[in-house]
Structures are given as C-alpha cells and as structure tokens.
C-alpha cells in the first residue's frame, strides 16, 4: 500500500506531448480513476506510475520516495491490462505464478498465496487451462488474480473491463470495487468510461490533451465541474451547453434568457438535462425549440429539441410526455441550477441569481 | 455449387503440375535404363528395383537376370554433395536464425531512430536478383580464397536468408501481444523475456523461418555451381547437374533428384503442423 506523488510529471514522444506538467496525489488505499478520452495521456500516465514508460521531465513518489529511476518490478506494482493480457502459452496457474517467480518465497509460500488468490477470485475450474480457452471475463479474473498474489504496494488497471460485454462489465466493476477495499490496495484504473469512473472511483481525475481537467469525488465531479470539457464529459445525457453572453444580469443565447448573477460578457451556460423543464404557456425568456427525437429509457424519457441548426438541447420528461417530431415547445433551464464557463472553459463563480 | 467444381478442376490441375515430375522421377529411380527406353512406358514399373540407388553412392547391383548394373563414375561426387549440402543447410539455418532472431525483433517491437531506413538497408539485399551479385561475389572470392570453401558459400547463402528470415519474423514478432509490458512488471529483463516468453510463444514462426533457411541453403544452385562447383566442396545441386555432362544414366539421376526431395518431404510431413499454425496476423489464437 502506497501513496503515490506525481509532481510536474511530463512526458514527450518527439515533438507531442502526451502529457503536461502533472501534477497528483493519490493517498494511500485510494481507488483514483484516471478519466478523458483516448489520447489524452491518461495510459501514457498510468505507465509512468507503473516504470513502463520513462518520463521526460518530473518525478514519481511512492511513499515520499522517488522511484522515477526505478523498474516496474521494484517499485511493486501489480497491472492489469487492456483486454485482460496474459502470457498466451502459460496456464491460469502458470500465469498467476510467474508473478511470484521473483519473490524470494519459499515454494510452500507461493502455494498458499496462490490458493488463497485463486480461492479468493473463484478461479479454481480454470487453473489448468490456457488463456485462449478462458472466457473474457475469465481472464480479467486470472489476471486481477495474478496481479494481487504479489500483494502490490499499488494495483495498476488499464481499461480492463473495455473489451468485455456490456452485462459482464457491470457485474465485473462491483467485483473489482469490492475486491479493492476488502484489500486496501492503493488502486489507479484507466477508462474512457464515466459510468466506470462514476461508479467506481473514490476520485476522479479527468484529463484532456495531456493535462489534468479537475480531481475530485465523482460527485464533485459532476456537480461543480471545473471547466466546460469536464462538465461537457460526464453525464448521460450530456450537459446541454448554450454559448452567449451575459448583460445586465441575464444570460441570452439561441432566443433564451435566463436571470444569473454574473459579469457581463461571452458565457456558455450549462444545464444538465433533469434541471430543464418543457413549459405548459408562453412564457418570457423562454426557449422555442422544435422536437428532434424522443428517446424512452422506461423510467423516463430523453427529448432532444432543436433550437437552432447548431444547438441540440436534451430535456428529460416523464416517460408519458408525447409529442411529434417537428412540434414547437418551450423550453426553460432551472435558473438555479445552471453553470456558467467563461470564454477559456473555466466555470464563473455565480451569486444568488436575481428572481425575474 | 458452381464455385465448388471450378475449385475442383482447380485442384486437379495444380496437383497434376506438381505431381507429375515427381512420379516421373519416382518411376524412373526404380527402373532399368532399358525399361526406362521401352515405349509405350509402364505406367507402374512391374519389377521395381533399388539398382540405381545403390550405384549413385558407389556400389555396383545384380539385377534379376545376372545383368550387372555397375556402380556410378558420379557416387564420389553425390556422397560429397549430400554431405555438404547437409553440412551448409544446418550451418546457414543455425547462423540465420541466431542473427535474424535479435535483428527481427528489435524492428518488430522496439522504437528508434533511423528504424525505416535501416530496415529498408537490410532489406534490400531480397530486392537484388542473385545473378547480379554472382560475378562481384566471384571476383571478391578468388580475392579473398573463399572460392571453393563451404564457408564462402555459407556466407553467400546468409546474405539472401537473413534479410529474407528477419523480414518474415518482424511480420510475425509484430503481431504477437504486448507480453514484455506484463514481463517488466514481473520483473523480466528484455533479454529473458525475448529468449523465456517471446520465443516460446512465436515457436511456430520460428520454426517455419528455420525451415525456410535450411531449404533454401538446401536447393540453393546458382551460387554453388559458379563459387564451389568443381572444387572438393561441392553441395547435392551441383553434384546432380554433373549428370547432365556424361554418359546418360537417366535412372542415376532420377535417384539422386529423389534423395534431393528428402529433405522438403521430411520438414512438410513433420513441421506442416507449424507451417499451417503459423499465422502472420494473429500469431496467438
């Protein structure tokens, strides 16, 4: 079990910077999900933890030790990777031991720490078989057996439920949750998936173009986001996002206006989907918009309304809500739930917005 | 159903092609140089007999009906020819694989500069048609006294097989999975994760690479016949073409050609499980 410290961690391929002047902590026993989309560095920042890639510039701390200069080995890591990889012509068990080839334990050691993982993951009909006889979800579970039969300072997952099938994932991300606290283990799992960072995650550290959005709980995440990617990435549907400007202590874009307390000036306003409403009468301020699609999830529905070519707006609406594609509705955000990002992406401080 | 009988006619045609030479060799090997000359030809022989195996390696035979069937004025030459093709062969596959092995997998799964154009250096030795190097290597030799030694022809032979053989393996090294990021992490170095993981995984693709140097140093004729033919090193290609100057003995050498087949028949029936295993996309199924 480990702290881990990244400080102005930077790492260059050529002339591309994967990632940029990081800066992290992970505390000790935490589960941190490293969130953005592919190619934001977030793998690249995974294997500087691990000692699989050197970086460029900066330092990596176990424990207040710098281990920059140290192998994946030394540093007591334990990985899981994309799609579960494991030796192709090596057994589950064979596998799962060479974790352990290393340890200086004695053989009865090793045995019993492979039988308590193997107990402990459900493993035992699969020891003897080879990894392209196992199922995918099999061999997350061989894998995530082999990573902690050495009982890593910190567990190190990259994407390892991608490749898996959306019901064995669900099912597999509580396992791997429940698994991490029963043992402690400091943990970082790379995804491009906000379910997964939302449901797993102590923290979340959402990353784009090589730099870090915002850390925080997943509900900070998603109620105070930092900047307009952060709020624009998480949430399902999407935060719908309005670009325009705020005079005299009122927000207009795309025919709305909306009462908020801020500095006059380019904005995009941000409003997730449950704080807008579809409004019975004219009403000033309002948005007009036409219905694009109605999508029904059973427990409610997703209507997604064109104010103009540019701007989709979602709306979630009881599962009863009916209308035709093309129908003209009003449309209105919660004036006290909505976001305001400034032209750089930065989201406005907001006073009491003034009651119209 | 259409598709199916074209496939057919397809077959037959192409196992016509190949296989008729080889059951005219195999019918000729077994027969008398009288027999061989009797038209209409048996098209099975009716008394076969091991005559002219025994006389390519030297030994005179008694055929049915006292007739003498004396032994061969080439055995010296095929007996030396076997033994240094078998020589060559295992000397060029051994070398081949311990340089191409290293070379296709620091191109196969390692980053550096000038990676392309080095590649590109290496490979362009396969580009060149053999006879053009044959007069410079020739002239080289001489220089040198490589001329008429196995280990020039050994070194010739190296020249199209390690290009050839690292080519191929880069090809399949790069499509095995990322296992040395798994090794690091447990503590392998690069060179016992090569020489304890990759190579026992990618055993198939070495295998056919190892096939593909011993035959070619095998059936190799152009380079033997103008670098070592005539001289005391000789290889079995050369050997057998000598039949091609003498006294016709058509059922010699129809033996000796046969006894040039045994080594491709061998690795074909013992290594097909790897020839027809290996494949170049997804190495490990």
């Known amino acids: 079990m480990a702290r881990i410290e990244l400080q102005q961690l930077h790492k260059a391929f050529g002339d591309l910077a994967a990632v940029r002047q990081l800066d992290l902590e992970i505390t000790e026993g935490e589960f941190l999900v490293l969130l953005g989309p592919s190619g934001c560095g977030k793998t690249t920042t995974l294997n500087m933890i691990a000692g699989l890639e050197a970086p460029t510039s900066g330092r990596v701390l176990f424990d207040g030790r710098d281990v920059s200069k140290i192998s994946a080995y030394q540093r007591n890591v334990a990985m899981v990777f994309q799609s579960s990889l494991l030796y192709p012509h090596l057994s589950a068990r064979r596998n799962i031991e060479t974790s352990l080839r290393h340890s200086g334990l004695t053989r009865a050691e090793r045995d019993r720490r492979i039988t308590d993982v193997v107990r402990m993951l459900e493993i035992d009909p699969l020891v003897d078989k080879l990894p392209s006889q196992l199922s995918g979800g099999e061999r997350q579970r061989v894998a995530t057996a082999k990573a902690i039969v050495r009982e890593p300072a910190a567990f190190l997952l990259d994407e390892p439920l991608s490749a898996l099938d959306a019901a064995l994932r669900l099912s597999l991300r509580s396992e791997i949750v429940n698994l991490q606290k029963r043992l402690g283990t400091t943990t970082v799992l790379v995804t491009h998936d906000q379910v997964e960072a939302m449901t797993m995650s102590d923290r979340i550290a959402v990353m784009s173009g090589g730099r870090l959005e915002q850390v925080g709980t997943p509900d900070q995440i998603y109620n105070e986001p930092a900047t307009l990617f952060v709020a624009g990435f998480l949430g399902a549907p999407p935060m719908n996002l309005i670009a325009g400007q705020v005079e005299a202590g009122r927000f207009h874009g795309v025919g709305l206006s909306v009462p908020i307390a801020a500095a006059p000036g380019p904005v995009t306003l941000g409003v997730r989907p449950q704080d807008m409403r579809v409004l019975a009468s004219e009403t000033e301020g309002a948005l007009v918009a036409h219905v694009f699609a109605l999508e029904h999830l059973g427990r409610e529905s997703v209507l997604i309304a064109e104010a103009d070519k540019s701007t989709k707006l979602r709306v979630l609406v009881p599962p009863s809500f009916g209308a035709r594609v093309g129908e003209r509705l009003l449309l209105a955000p919660d004036p006290a739930r909505c976001l305001l990002f400034d032209a750089n992406g930065r989201r406005l401080p907001l006073g009491t917005p003034v009651r119209s | ?285």
């Open chain 2, 1 to 285: 159903m259409k598709r199916t009988g074209f496939l057919t006619v397809a077959l037959i045609v192409a196992l016509f092609w190949s296989l008729i030479p080889i059951y005219w060799f195999c019918r000729m090997a077994f027969l008398t140089p009288l027999e061989i000359q009797h038209y209409p030809w048996p098209l099975i022989p009716h008394a076969p007999n091991l005559a002219a195996f025994y006389n390519i390696f030297g030994f005179p035979y008694v055929l049915p009906g006292k007739l003498l069937s004396p032994a061969s004025g080439q055995a010296e030459q095929i007996i030396r020819g076997l033994q240094d093709s078998v020589l060559v062969s295992l000397v060029v596959m051994v070398v081949t694989l311990a340089i191409a092995i290293p070379l296709a997998y620091v191109f196969a799964r390692m980053q550096f500069r000038y990676k392309s154009s080095l590649l590109f250096a290496i490979l362009f030795a396969v580009a060149l048609p053999p006879v053009s190097t044959l007069i410079p290597f020739y002239v080289m030799y001489v220089r040198l006294g490589l001329a008429g030694t196995l280990g020039g022809l050994v070194i010739v032979d190296l020249t199209i097989t390690v290009p050839f053989v690292t080519w191929m393996l880069i090809g399949y090294f790069r499509n095995l999975p990322p296992i040395e990021r798994l090794a690091w992490v447990d503590g392998y170095s690069r060179f016992a994760a090569l020489t304890r993981l990759v190579l026992p995984l990618a055993r198939s693709g070495v295998a056919v690479a190892a096939i593909i140097a011993f035959l070619f140093a095998w059936n190799e004729f152009t380079y033997a016949l103008v670098l070592v033919n005539g001289t005391t090193a000789n290889t079995l290609p050369t050997a057998v073409s000598g039949f091609l100057h003498q006294y016709p003995e058509p059922g010699n050498l129809a033996a000796s050609v046969l006894i040039t087949f045994l080594p491709p028949a061998l690795v074909a029936y013992f290594l097909q499980r790897h020839v027809s295993e290996m494949n170049l996309v997804d190495p490990v199924r």
